[in-house]
Protein backbone atom coordinates (compact mmCIF):
# COMPACT_ATOMS: atom_id res chain seq x y z
CA UNK A 1 0.00 0.00 0.00
CA UNK A 2 1.77 2.94 -1.12
CA UNK A 3 0.83 6.89 0.01
CA UNK A 4 -2.57 8.15 0.21
CA UNK A 5 -4.57 10.67 0.18
CA UNK A 6 -7.62 10.35 2.52
CA UNK A 7 -11.01 10.11 0.71
CA UNK A 8 -12.24 7.55 2.33
CA UNK A 9 -12.06 6.35 5.73
CA UNK A 10 -14.41 3.86 7.65
CA UNK A 11 -15.31 3.74 11.28
CA UNK A 12 -17.46 1.69 12.66
CA UNK A 13 -18.61 2.76 16.48
CA UNK A 14 -19.98 -0.38 18.56
CA UNK A 15 -23.31 -0.35 16.18
CA UNK A 16 -23.26 2.19 13.67
CA UNK A 17 -21.28 2.71 10.74
CA UNK A 18 -19.68 6.99 11.22
CA UNK A 19 -18.51 6.47 7.23
CA UNK A 20 -21.07 9.22 5.81
CA UNK A 21 -21.65 11.00 8.62
CA UNK A 22 -17.88 12.53 9.60
CA UNK A 23 -15.23 14.12 7.75
CA UNK A 24 -12.28 13.81 9.85
CA UNK A 25 -10.55 10.79 12.26
CA UNK A 26 -8.08 10.44 14.38
CA UNK A 27 -6.42 7.66 15.84
CA UNK A 28 -3.28 7.82 17.77
CA UNK A 29 -1.96 5.72 20.59
CA UNK A 30 1.08 5.73 22.93
CA UNK A 31 3.27 4.56 25.86
CA UNK A 32 3.53 6.00 28.84
CA UNK A 33 7.64 7.20 29.29
CA UNK A 34 8.69 6.20 33.23
CA UNK A 35 11.86 7.48 33.98
CA UNK A 36 14.49 5.08 35.46
CA UNK A 37 17.47 7.37 35.45
CA UNK A 38 19.70 6.10 37.83
CA UNK A 39 23.68 6.65 39.35
CA UNK A 40 24.74 3.87 36.42
CA UNK A 41 23.09 5.83 33.46
CA UNK A 42 26.43 7.62 32.68
CA UNK A 43 24.74 10.92 33.50
CA UNK A 44 22.15 10.50 30.79
CA UNK A 45 18.34 10.08 31.45
CA UNK A 46 17.25 6.35 31.22
CA UNK A 47 13.50 5.47 30.41
CA UNK A 48 11.37 2.35 30.91
CA UNK A 49 7.75 1.58 28.60
CA UNK A 50 4.76 2.33 31.15
CA UNK A 51 1.08 1.89 30.43
CA UNK A 52 -0.18 2.15 26.85
CA UNK A 53 -3.08 3.74 25.58
CA UNK A 54 -5.11 4.66 22.42
CA UNK A 55 -7.73 7.54 21.59
CA UNK A 56 -9.86 7.99 18.62
CA UNK A 57 -11.10 11.37 17.66
CA UNK A 58 -13.96 12.26 15.04
CA UNK A 59 -15.90 15.04 13.71
CA UNK A 60 -18.30 15.65 11.05
CA UNK A 61 -21.63 16.08 10.25
CA UNK A 62 -24.82 15.67 12.94
CA UNK A 63 -28.09 13.49 12.11
CA UNK A 64 -30.67 12.27 14.82
CA UNK A 65 -33.89 10.46 15.05
CA UNK A 66 -32.88 6.75 14.13
CA UNK A 67 -30.67 4.15 15.79
CA UNK A 68 -28.18 4.23 12.65
CA UNK A 69 -27.95 8.41 13.61
CA UNK A 70 -24.86 9.91 14.79
CA UNK A 71 -26.59 11.18 17.57
CA UNK A 72 -28.41 8.50 18.83
CA UNK A 73 -25.64 6.02 18.55
CA UNK A 74 -23.28 8.54 20.81
CA UNK A 75 -26.38 9.53 22.96
CA UNK A 76 -26.76 5.72 24.22
CA UNK A 77 -22.84 4.83 24.48
CA UNK A 78 -21.56 7.97 25.92
CA UNK A 79 -19.92 6.62 28.94
CA UNK A 80 -19.52 3.75 27.81
CA UNK A 81 -17.33 1.18 26.51
CA UNK A 82 -17.85 -0.58 22.87
CA UNK A 83 -15.72 -1.83 19.90
CA UNK A 84 -14.52 0.73 17.28
CA UNK A 85 -12.62 0.09 14.31
CA UNK A 86 -11.24 2.12 11.57
CA UNK A 87 -9.16 1.75 7.47
CA UNK A 88 -8.33 4.27 5.85
CA UNK A 89 -9.50 4.19 2.12
CA UNK A 90 -11.02 1.03 1.84
CA UNK A 91 -14.59 -0.85 1.65
CA UNK A 92 -13.96 -2.74 4.73
CA UNK A 93 -13.83 -5.70 2.50
CA UNK A 94 -12.18 -8.84 3.71
CA UNK A 95 -8.42 -8.59 4.15
CA UNK A 96 -8.12 -4.88 4.27
CA UNK A 97 -6.23 -3.32 6.97
CA UNK A 98 -8.10 -2.67 10.61
CA UNK A 99 -7.22 -0.80 13.56
CA UNK A 100 -9.48 -1.40 16.69
CA UNK A 101 -9.98 -1.79 20.22
CA UNK A 102 -12.89 -1.71 22.74
CA UNK A 103 -13.08 2.16 24.04
CA UNK A 104 -15.30 4.21 26.26
CA UNK A 105 -17.25 6.97 24.52
CA UNK A 106 -15.66 9.86 26.81
CA UNK A 107 -17.24 13.50 25.39
CA UNK A 108 -20.06 14.06 22.71
CA UNK A 109 -20.64 17.56 21.51
CA UNK A 110 -23.13 18.93 19.09
CA UNK A 111 -24.39 22.06 17.26
CA UNK A 112 -22.46 25.02 16.23
CA UNK A 113 -22.82 28.69 15.01
CA UNK A 114 -25.81 30.05 13.17
CA UNK A 115 -25.75 28.86 9.07
CA UNK A 116 -23.21 26.50 10.32
CA UNK A 117 -24.30 22.39 9.04
CA UNK A 118 -25.03 21.18 12.20
CA UNK A 119 -22.03 19.38 13.30
CA UNK A 120 -20.93 17.19 16.07
CA UNK A 121 -17.26 16.48 17.84
CA UNK A 122 -16.58 12.86 19.72
CA UNK A 123 -13.61 11.52 21.54
CA UNK A 124 -13.17 7.70 22.80
CA UNK A 125 -10.64 6.56 24.79
CA UNK A 126 -9.07 2.73 24.48
CA UNK A 127 -10.11 0.20 27.32
CA UNK A 128 -8.38 -2.67 25.51
CA UNK A 129 -4.54 -2.65 23.54
CA UNK A 130 -5.17 -1.01 19.99
CA UNK A 131 -4.85 -4.37 17.69
CA UNK A 132 -3.52 -3.80 13.84
CA UNK A 133 -5.37 -6.91 12.08
CA UNK A 134 -7.59 -7.58 9.04
CA UNK A 135 -11.25 -6.81 8.36
CA UNK A 136 -13.17 -10.27 8.44
CA UNK A 137 -16.64 -9.76 7.65
CA UNK A 138 -17.70 -6.79 5.07
CA UNK A 139 -20.73 -4.29 6.35
CA UNK A 140 -22.56 -4.17 2.88
CA UNK A 141 -23.05 -7.70 2.25
CA UNK A 142 -26.78 -8.66 4.18
CA UNK A 143 -26.72 -12.04 5.89
CA UNK A 144 -30.11 -13.74 5.86
CA UNK A 145 -29.19 -17.74 6.59
CA UNK A 146 -26.31 -19.16 8.66
CA UNK A 147 -23.06 -19.52 7.12
CA UNK A 148 -19.18 -18.84 6.94
CA UNK A 149 -16.81 -16.25 5.94
CA UNK A 150 -14.13 -16.07 4.17
CA UNK A 151 -10.86 -17.53 5.84
CA UNK A 152 -7.88 -14.99 6.72
CA UNK A 153 -4.40 -16.59 6.84
CA UNK A 154 -3.14 -14.17 10.14
CA UNK A 155 -0.60 -16.36 12.05
CA UNK A 156 -0.60 -18.86 14.88
CA UNK A 157 -0.79 -16.92 18.18
CA UNK A 158 2.07 -17.47 20.66
CA UNK A 159 2.01 -17.92 24.31
CA UNK A 160 0.93 -14.31 25.83
CA UNK A 161 -0.51 -13.07 22.69
CA UNK A 162 -4.37 -12.84 22.13
CA UNK A 163 -6.47 -13.36 19.28
CA UNK A 164 -8.89 -10.21 19.60
CA UNK A 165 -12.16 -10.07 17.17
CA UNK A 166 -14.51 -6.90 17.23
CA UNK A 167 -18.00 -7.29 15.94
CA UNK A 168 -20.77 -4.42 14.69
CA UNK A 169 -24.19 -5.42 14.15
CA UNK A 170 -25.21 -2.85 11.77
CA UNK A 171 -29.07 -3.54 11.33
CA UNK A 172 -31.39 -6.06 11.84
CA UNK A 173 -34.40 -6.62 9.96
CA UNK A 174 -37.20 -9.22 9.83
CA UNK A 175 -39.61 -10.70 11.97
CA UNK A 176 -40.42 -13.61 15.01
CA UNK A 177 -36.96 -12.09 17.02
CA UNK A 178 -33.86 -12.55 14.13
CA UNK A 179 -30.99 -13.13 15.76
CA UNK A 180 -27.60 -14.05 15.11
CA UNK A 181 -24.82 -15.32 17.03
CA UNK A 182 -21.54 -14.84 15.64
CA UNK A 183 -18.31 -16.98 16.31
CA UNK A 184 -14.58 -16.45 15.48
CA UNK A 185 -13.19 -20.29 13.80
CA UNK A 186 -9.53 -20.97 13.33
CA UNK A 187 -7.72 -23.89 11.10
CA UNK A 188 -4.69 -25.50 10.41
CA UNK A 189 -5.05 -24.65 6.56
CA UNK A 190 -7.08 -22.57 4.22
CA UNK A 191 -10.09 -25.56 3.67
CA UNK A 192 -11.40 -24.84 7.26
CA UNK A 193 -12.04 -29.23 7.24
CA UNK A 194 -12.29 -29.19 10.78
CA UNK A 195 -12.76 -25.86 12.24
CA UNK A 196 -11.94 -25.12 16.16
CA UNK A 197 -14.60 -22.52 17.34
CA UNK A 198 -12.60 -19.75 19.38
CA UNK A 199 -14.77 -17.16 20.70
CA UNK A 200 -18.64 -16.74 20.29
CA UNK A 201 -20.07 -13.21 20.71
CA UNK A 202 -23.60 -13.02 22.67
CA UNK A 203 -26.53 -13.67 20.36
CA UNK A 204 -27.31 -10.37 19.12
CA UNK A 205 -30.88 -9.05 18.33
CA UNK A 206 -30.27 -5.52 17.69
CA UNK A 207 -27.62 -2.89 16.08
CA UNK A 208 -24.97 -2.33 18.70
CA UNK A 209 -21.33 -3.79 19.40
CA UNK A 210 -19.47 -7.12 20.97
CA UNK A 211 -15.67 -7.36 21.69
CA UNK A 212 -13.93 -10.97 22.73
CA UNK A 213 -10.20 -12.34 22.57
CA UNK A 214 -8.68 -15.70 23.66
CA UNK A 215 -6.92 -15.75 26.91
CA UNK A 216 -3.58 -16.18 26.27
CA UNK A 217 -2.97 -19.56 25.54
CA UNK A 218 -1.15 -20.60 22.37
CA UNK A 219 -2.69 -21.60 19.35
CA UNK A 220 -0.76 -23.33 16.49
CA UNK A 221 -3.57 -22.55 13.84
CA UNK A 222 -2.43 -19.83 11.38
CA UNK A 223 -6.10 -19.38 9.40
CA UNK A 224 -9.30 -17.81 10.64
CA UNK A 225 -12.51 -16.54 10.04
CA UNK A 226 -15.97 -15.47 11.48
CA UNK A 227 -19.00 -17.71 11.00
CA UNK A 228 -22.38 -17.63 12.21
CA UNK A 229 -25.73 -18.89 13.15
CA UNK A 230 -28.85 -16.62 11.82
CA UNK A 231 -33.04 -17.38 13.26
CA UNK A 232 -35.91 -15.76 12.98
CA UNK A 233 -38.66 -15.04 10.28
CA UNK A 234 -37.35 -13.49 7.20
CA UNK A 235 -33.89 -12.52 8.67
CA UNK A 236 -31.39 -9.77 7.30
CA UNK A 237 -28.01 -8.66 8.73
CA UNK A 238 -25.44 -6.46 7.92
CA UNK A 239 -22.48 -6.60 10.35
CA UNK A 240 -18.70 -5.72 10.36
CA UNK A 241 -16.17 -7.86 12.02
CA UNK A 242 -12.21 -7.37 12.47
CA UNK A 243 -9.59 -9.67 14.02
CA UNK A 244 -5.96 -9.27 14.51
CA UNK A 245 -3.61 -10.85 17.35
CA UNK A 246 -1.74 -8.66 20.14
Known sequence: MGKTVLTNVRCFAVGVDLT????????????EVKDSTNYGSQGYKEVVGGLGSAEISGEGQWEALDVTKVDDSSWAGLGGVGPWSISANSGAA??????????????????????????W???????????????????GT??????????????????????HAALHVLSVAGTSTPTIT??????????????????????????????????GTAITDAWWRMAWTISGTTPSFLFAAALGIG
Open 121 to 139: TSTAKSAWPLIRGQFAHPP
Open 142 to 163: ARTATGTGTGLNLGAVAAGKRM
Open 20 to 31: GNSNKIELSSEV
Open 182 to 215: ARVESSVDNTFASPTTRLTFAAATAVGGQTLRTD
Open 94 to 119: VGDLAYFTQALRSDYKLFGSVGDLAP
